[in-house]
C-alpha cells in the first residue's frame, strides 16, 4: 500500500456509491428500540420501488442521541429523523425522490447538536464501522502514512506534546509526556496498549468508539507504536461489549488485509501488530497495573508505581497505555498538527471531551463538546433538563472514583482543575443527572457497594475499608446512624483514600467526601437523633448522642 | 465451594490424576456424551496449542473453557493447569478472581438486570427485588429445576435505555416489573 | 556499587542504590511496622502498615517498595501515620476472628506486636465475625482462616523459596482467602513438600503446627531469612 493506493481506494468507495444513502444506527441503544425492523422496512421499501441502483441501506455506529432511538438518517440531504418506526420506514426512502414523511425530524440547531464540536466522533453517522473502504473514503489512515513517511517519531511525539492532550481515561496525565518518557527508554521490546475497559456504570464513550469507528483507535495505536518505538499493540477490552469486540476484530482483520498493519506499513521500516485481549468481569482491571497483570494471565491485583508502566510494562519492558478516546484524539492531531489542537478548549484543558450524558435527562445521549463548555450548557441547554419538568439537583462525573457537583454549581467549566477543586474528576466521561428526588446517602452508598464487590482485595483499607465505609452508610441511610457514625465515615474516607494501593481505593471515598461536601445536611437528617451542621441536636431529646 | 472442612478420609487418600479418571469413568456410562466431552477437551487444546501453551494465555483459555464447557469444572481447570504448565492454585486463584468465569454450571437462560448508575437512579434495584421475588432466587443464582438464572451486571453501556436487562443475550430497555417478568415467561416457554 | 545517602527520621543513612526505604531504615536502626514484608521474599506493598512521609512527595508511600534516591528525607512517625496504621490495625482486626485467648501464637504473633506498637487496644469499627474454616486435613500442620490477615506471606515463600506453589490467593475483594491447590484440603496437595516455610513465615496463629497448643506458636522468621542469604550468597553458617 502507497498514498497512490490509499487515494484510489478512497476514490473508489466514492465511485461505488449510489446518489441516495439511508442509514440506521445498530448501536445497543437503537436496537432495542427497534432498529432492526426500521432496517428490514428500510431495505422492504427499497426492493419494492426496485430502487436497488439509487438508494443504499447501511448501517452506522452510534449517532449520539440515544434517547430518541432509532435514529436514521438521509445522505446527502443530511436530514436526520428520530424515534422512526418500522411503519415510516418506506416514506422515509420515499423522500429521497421528494416524497413526505410523518417521522420526526431531528433540530439539528437544538444545542444537543449546535454546541458539539465532534472530533472523535467526527465520523459519526458518516461510515459503517465494519466497512475499512468507508473509513479511507473520509481521510481515514492518512495520518498514519503522514507519521510514517513525513514525520520522525521524535516529531511525532512533539506534535502530541504541543496538542496538551491528557489522559481522557479519567487520569488526567499528559499524554505528550508520557509518549516521550517511553520513547526515550532504551530500544527494544516495547509495547502499547489501549485501556478500553471501560468500568464505570453509567459511561459508554469508549463502546461507543470501538463500535463506530475502530480504525480510528488503530490508526492511533500504530502511531504510537512509531513514536515510541514498539511494534505490538494490546486492546484490552469488556467481554461485556461483544459488538464492540466483533467490529474491532474485523477492523484489524481488514487493517491487516490492506496492509495499514503488519510489517513494513505504507513501505516503511514500522512494524505494527495488535492484539485483543479480553477482560472477564472485573472492575479493578481499568487500573493499569492490574490491567497488564490480566493481560498476562494473571490475577487482576494492582501493584504498587513506581515503576509506571512507561518504564517498566508488560513482561517488565517499557509499555505505552493511554484509554481509548486518547488513541482516537491521535490521527486528527497528526493530521492539523498540535497547534490546531491546543487551539481549542480552555488554558488548563486542551480540546474536547466525550460524555456519556444519562440519568434523569430528557436527552440521553453521547456528546463531544469543548472543554471550558459549562456543565449548565451541558445538562441545561444540550440535554433539555430533567424530564416532565422536573429539577436538577447534582450532576455526577467520574463514576464511582468520582464526586457530585450540586446545582448551585453548575456554571463550573468542564476542565481537569476546575471539577478537581469542586471534589469532583473529569472521570473518563460518565455524567449522571440527579434530580430532586435522588437520595445523595443512597448515591453514596450505591457507590461504596460498587467499590466493596470490586475491590480486588489485596491491599487492607480498601479490601476492608470499604465494607466498613458501606456498613456505616448503609446504617447511616436506615436511619440507625449517630452523630459519632458520621464522624468515622469522614475519617476513614480520608485514611482509604490516602492508603490504599491503587487508584480504585484512592477515589473510592470520593462520593462519600463530595456529598459530605455538599450535602452534609442530609446525612445529619437521617441520624437517629437528626442535627444541624453545626452538630446541635434539632430535636430536644432526653437522650445524648450515643458514644 | 469450599471443601476443607471435609473429613480428609473422603476427600484425601485419592490423587488427582485419579480422581480425575474416576470422574471420566463415571461419565462413560453414556458413550455419546464421553465422546462429546473428548471433543470439546480437543477444542480446548486446540486453543492451548495456538498459544503456544504459553502460562500468559491462561484467561484467553479458561474464556475458551467456559464458552465450550459451560463452566469450570474441576477436571477441566486441572488440565489447563496441566496444559499451561501452572500450578494448581494459581489458576484457581485465576478463575474465581474474574465473576464472569462460572465455577458452577448455570441456567438454561440468563436474565441480566443492569445495575449500573444510570439504571439505578432509574429503579434497578427494585426491578431486580421483584424478579428476585417472582423466581424466588436471589441475584447470581439459579433456579432449582436449572431453568433460568439470574445475574446483575455492572454496566452494560446502554445507559440511555436505562433501566435495561439482557435476557438470553437480547437487550430490552425502559422496562418495568410486569414487562421483564412477560419476557422472562415468553423465553422459558420457548 | 554506588551508594545513596538519606535521611530517615533525621537518621543519615548510606546504602547501596536500589534498596527499599525499608532497607535502609533497618540500617539506621528505625523501626518501621510491617506485616505483608519478610525479608527474603519479594515485596507487594499490601499490608500499608509502612507507610512512610517522604519530603516533597505528596502521597504517603510504602517503605517496602519504595527505592532509596539520594537526599531523601524521610518521616516515618507522624501523628497521621500512627492515626493511619492503628486503623489499618482496627480494620484488620476486625475482618478477621481474632481471639489472642485461645490462639497458638498467642505472645508470640506479629498483628498482636503490632497492634501494641500502634497503641490499638480495641476497634472503633464492628467486627464482622466472618464464618471462615479450618483446614485441618495435613498430616503435619493446620490452616485456620480465622486469624488470616491475608499478607501472602506463605504464598511467597511456597513459591519463591519452596518452589512448590500450594498456596495461592483466590476470590476477590472481602470473599480473598488462601487457598491450597484446587481449594482442596492442604493434604491432598501433592505439590506439598511439608516443609514448614509457610509456618514460620505465617506472622499470626493461621498457620500452625498440629502439636502446638495456646501460646505455643515459636515462628523462626529469621530461618527464612538465613535460608535464603545461604542461597544466594553462600553463607551456609547462620
Same mark, same amino acid.
Given at each position: ?11 473508489? #468507495? ?27 422496512? $428500510? ?43 418500522? #411503519? ?40 459503517? %464501522? ?34 496538551? $492532550? ?44 470501538? #463500535? ?23 486492546? *484490552?477490552?469488556?467481554?461485556?461489549? %461483544? ?18 498493519? &503488519? ?11 495488535? !492484539? ?71 488554558? !488548563?484543558?486542551? &480540546?474536547?471531551?466525550?460524555?456519556? $450524558? ?41 463514576? %464511582? ?6 446545582? !448551585? ?26 434530580? #430532586? ?65 491503587? &487508584?480504585?481505593?484512592?477515589?473510592? %471515598? ?7 461536601? *455538599? ?29 | ?36 466431552? @473428548? ?35 474441576? @477436571? ?6 496441566? +496444559? ?8 484457581? +486463584? ?15 437462560? =440468563? ?24 423466581? +424466588? ?38 422496562? =418495568? ?14 | ?95 478477621? /476472628? ?9 505472645? /508470640? ?36 482462616? /480465622? ?85 544466594? /550468597? ?5
Amino acid at each position: 500500500m502507497d498514498i497512490n493506493e490509499l487515494h484510489a481506494m478512497a476514490e473508489q #468507495e466514492q465511485l461505488r456509491r449510489k446518489p441516495h444513502r439511508i442509514r440506521y444506527c445498530t448501536s445497543a441503544g437503537c436496537v432495542s428500540a427497534g432498529a432492526i425492523a426500521v432496517k428490514d422496512g $428500510l431495505k422492504a421499501a427499497v426492493k419494492d420501488g426496485k430502487l436497488d441502483n439509487e438508494i443504499e441501506i447501511s448501517s452506522v455506529g452510534c449517532m449520539g442521541l440515544c434517547a430518541r432511538g432509532p435514529l436514521v438518517k438521509v445522505e446527502p440531504s443530511e436530514i436526520f429523523y428520530e424515534n422512526v418506526t418500522a #411503519e415510516q420506514a418506506a416514506s422515509v426512502v420515499s423522500t429521497c425522490h421528494g416524497g413526505a414523511t410523518d417521522a420526526k425530524v431531528s433540530d439539528l440547531e437544538h444545542p444537543f447538536w449546535k454546541l458539539q464540536q465532534p472530533i472523535v466522533l467526527e465520523n459519526r453517522g458518516r461510515i459503517n %464501522p465494519e466497512r475499512i473502504e468507508e473509513y479511507v473514503q473520509v481521510g481515514g489512515y492518512q495520518s498514519l502514512h503522514k507519521a510514517l513517511t513525513d514525520m520522525t517519531p521524535a516529531e511525532v511525539v512533539e506534535e502530541m506534546k504541543k496538542s496538551g $492532550l491528557r489522559g481522557r481515561g479519567g487520569g488526567g496525565y499528559p499524554t505528550g509526556l508520557k509518549w516521550e518518557t517511553v520513547a526515550k527508554m532504551p530500544p527494544g521490546q516495547k509495547y502499547v496498549i489501549c485501556n478500553a475497559d471501560e468500568g464505570d456504570p453509567g459511561a459508554f464513550m469508549d463502546r461507543s468508539i470501538l #463500535e463506530s469507528d475502530p480504525h480510528r483507535v488503530l490508526e492511533g495505536m500504530a502511531i504510537a507504536g512509531y513514536a515510541v518505538g514498539a511494534t505490538h499493540g494490546f486492546v *484490552y477490552t469488556r467481554a461485556e461489549y %461483544p459488538l464492540a469486540i466483533k467490529h474491532l476484530q474485523k477492523a484489524i482483520k481488514q487493517a491487516k488485509k490492506f496492509e495499514f498493519l &503488519g510489517s513494513q506499513i505504507f513501505g516503511s521500516g514500522f512494524d505494527f501488530k495488535v !492484539d485483543i485481549r479480553i477482560g472477564a468481569g472485573a472492575f479493578v482491571c481499568g487500573e493499569e497495573t492490574a490491567l497488564m497483570h490480566s493481560i498476562q494471565g494473571a490475577r487482576g491485583n494492582p501493584r504498587p508505581r513506581p515503576p509506571y508502566p512507561a518504564a517498566s510494562g508488560l513482561w517488565d519492558c517499557p509499555t505505552l497505555i493511554n484509554n481509548v478516546e486518547s488513541f482516537a484524539n491521535v490521527a486528527p492531531i497528526v493530521r492539523n498538527g498540535g497547534d490546531w489542537y491546543a487551539s481549542i478548549g480552555t488554558e !488548563d484543558s486542551k &480540546g474536547t471531551k466525550v460524555f456519556a $450524558l444519562t440519568g434523569k435527562i430528557t436527552n440521553t445521549g453521547l456528546i463531544e463538546v469543548p472543554m471550558g463548555t459549562t456543565l449548565r450548557q451541558i445538562v441545561e441547554e444540550m440535554g433539555d433538563g430533567v424530564p416532565d419538568g422536573g429539577v436538577v439537583k447534582a450532576v455526577q462525573t467520574g463514576g %464511582p472514583s468520582g464526586g457530585c457537583v450540586p446545582a !448551585d454549581l453548575l456554571d463550573t467549566p468542564v476542565e481537569y482543575k476546575s471539577l478537581l477543586k469542586l471534589g469532583a474528576i473529569m472521570g473518563s466521561g460518565g455524567m449522571i443527572v440527579m434530580d #430532586e428526588g435522588t437520595k445523595m446517602v443512597e448515591i453514596a452508598r450505591f457507590y461504596m457497594e460498587f467499590c466493596r464487590e470490586e475491590t480486588c482485595g489485596k491491599c487492607v483499607p480498601c479490601r476492608t475499608g470499604t465494607v466498613q465505609l458501606y456498613e456505616l452508610l448503609d446504617k447511616i441511610s436506615k436511619g440507625q446512624g449517630t452523630a459519632k457514625d458520621v464522624e468515622q465515615l469522614e475519617k476513614l474516607s480520608y485514611m482509604v483514600k490516602e492508603m490504599s494501593l491503587c &487508584g480504585l481505593g484512592q477515589t473510592a %471515598p470520593n462520593p462519600i467526601l463530595s456529598t459530605l461536601d *455538599y450535602f452534609k445536611q442530609e446525612y445529619l437528617d437521617l441520624l437517629q437523633s437528626p442535627a444541624d451542621l453545626n452538630g446541635n441536636k434539632i430535636e430536644a431529646t432526653a437522650n445524648a448522642p450515643s458514644a | 465451594m469450599s471443601v476443607q472442612n471435609q473429613p480428609t478420609a473422603t476427600v484425601a487418600p485419592e490423587k488427582p490424576q485419579k480422581s480425575a479418571s474416576d470422574n471420566k469413568s463415571k461419565k462413560s456410562d453414556n458413550k455419546s456424551k464421553k465422546k462429546e466431552s @473428548d471433543r470439546r477437551y480437543k477444542a480446548l487444546d486446540m486453543t492451548m496449542k495456538r498459544h503456544h501453551y504459553e502460562a500468559d494465555a491462561l484467561i484467553e483459555v479458561l474464556h475458551k473453557a467456559q464458552d465450550t464447557f459451560g463452566y469450570l469444572e474441576e @477436571d477441566v481447570l486441572r488440565h489447563v493447569a496441566k +496444559g499451561l504448565k501452572l500450578p494448581l492454585s494459581r489458576v484457581y +486463584g485465576v478463575a474465581t478472581f474474574y465473576h464472569l468465569f462460572s465455577l458452577k454450571p448455570g441456567g438454561e437462560h =440468563t436474565c441480566v438486570v443492569c445495575l449500573g448508575t444510570a439504571c439505578h437512579v432509574k429503579g434497578a434495584s427494585e426491578l431486580l427485588a421483584d424478579l428476585e421475588a417472582e423466581l +424466588g432466587i436471589k441475584v447470581g443464582e439459579t433456579t432449582s429445576d436449572g431453568k433460568i438464572s439470574l445475574l446483575g451486571a455492572r454496566c452494560i453501556g446502554t445507559c440511555g435505555l436505562a433501566p435495561a436487562i439482557v435476557i438470553d443475550e437480547v437487550v430490552s430497555g425502559k422496562q =418495568t416489573s410486569e414487562e421483564t417478568i412477560k419476557q422472562i415467561k415468553d423465553a422459558l416457554a420457548q | 556499587m554506588s551508594v545513596v545517602t538519606l535521611k530517615i527520621d533525621g537518621v543519615d543513612v548510606a546504602i547501596a542504590a536500589g534498596s527499599s526505604v525499608m532497607q535502609a531504615a533497618q540500617e539506621a536502626s528505625v523501626e518501621i511496622p510491617r506485616l505483608c514484608y519478610l525479608e527474603g521474599l519479594s515485596t507487594v506493598g499490601s499490608c500499608r502498615l509502612c507507610v512512610v512521609e517522604i519530603a516533597g512527595i505528596n502521597k504517603l508511600l510504602p517503605a517496602c517498595t519504595t527505592e532509596v534516591r539520594e537526599g531523601m528525607d524521610v518521616t516515618t512517625q507522624s501523628p497521621k501515620l500512627q492515626d493511619y496504621r492503628r486503623m489499618v490495625l482496627e480494620l484488620l482486626f476486625g475482618e478477621g /476472628n481474632h481471639v489472642c485467648a485461645i490462639c497458638v501464637a498467642n505472645g /508470640n504473633c506479629e498483628l498482636q506486636d503490632m497492634a501494641i506498637a500502634v497503641g490499638m487496644d480495641h476497634s472503633r469499627f464492628p467486627y464482622r465475625f466472618p464464618d471462615r474454616k479450618a483446614d485441618l486435613s495435613h498430616t503435619q500442620f493446620g490452616i485456620d482462616h /480465622n486469624r488470616c490477615i491475608l499478607c501472602t506471606r506463605c504464598v511467597r515463600v511456597c513459591d519463591e523459596i519452596e518452589g512448590a506453589h500450594v498456596w495461592d490467593v483466590s476470590q476477590r475483594g472481602e470473599f480473598c482467602h488462601i487457598t491450597s491447590g484446587l481449594d482442596q484440603p492442604w493434604g491432598d496437595v501433592d505439590a506439598c513438600t511439608a516443609c514448614g516455610k509457610c509456618v514460620d513465615a505465617c506472622p499470626t496463629g493461621a498457620i500452625f503446627r498440629k502439636n502446638d497448643t495456646t501460646g505455643e506458636k515459636v515462628g523462626d522468621r529469621e530461618k527464612l531469612e538465613f535460608l535464603v542469604k545461604a542461597r544466594e /550468597n553462600r553463607e551456609w553458617v547462620r
